[in-house]
């Protein structure tokens, strides 16, 4: 089984989650975590969550920044078995792990970069014909 667990400073964790219940339905394989809204910690709510994860268990988690400080404490869980962090996650990135059923690294490699394309600067093009007040009458 897959297992995610998504923290952020604030609440983008849970705010991710209430859109992707928006968009996907079923959000029970995601567990999420706002850090620093009060005195509980990263570390009691990832202890808590590894009492859940069985052995054959595929674990992905989930932060908001590289070298903040929700990554940093979760890297020390990477030395559990079938675990993975990826960092800098978006909710393009966090919509498409909830339907996958592989976590190898290829896989999350792809998905990390098909997340970051969809990242972008949008502009309006311009037509061919130019209009002026003048067209209008």
């Given amino acids: 089984m897959i297992k995610l667990f998504l923290s952020s400073h604030g609440k983008m964790a849970s705010g991710i989650k209430s859109t992707l219940s928006i968009l996907a339905g079923d959000t029970s394989k995601l567990e999420v975590f706002d850090a620093y809204i009060d005195d509980s910690s990263v570390q009691d709510h990832l202890d808590e969550f590894f009492k859940s994860v069985s052995a054959d268990d595929q674990v992905l988690l ?28 978006n ?15 290829e896989r999350i490699d792809e998905v990390v970069e098909e997340s970051r394309n969809g990242l ?16 209008f009458f």
């Fill in 91 to 105: 909710l393009a990135f966090v919509l498409q792990m909830m339907f996958e059923e592989n976590l190898s690294p």
């Fill in 120 to 135: 972008q600067r949008i502009e309006m093009k311009k037509t061919e014909e130019t209009s002026s007040d003048d067209d």
């Fill in 62 to 89: 989930m932060s908001d920044i590289l070298g903040g400080s929700v990554n940093t404490a979760m890297c020390q869980y990477l030395e559990r078995p079938n675990t993975q962090l990826v960092a800098g996650v």
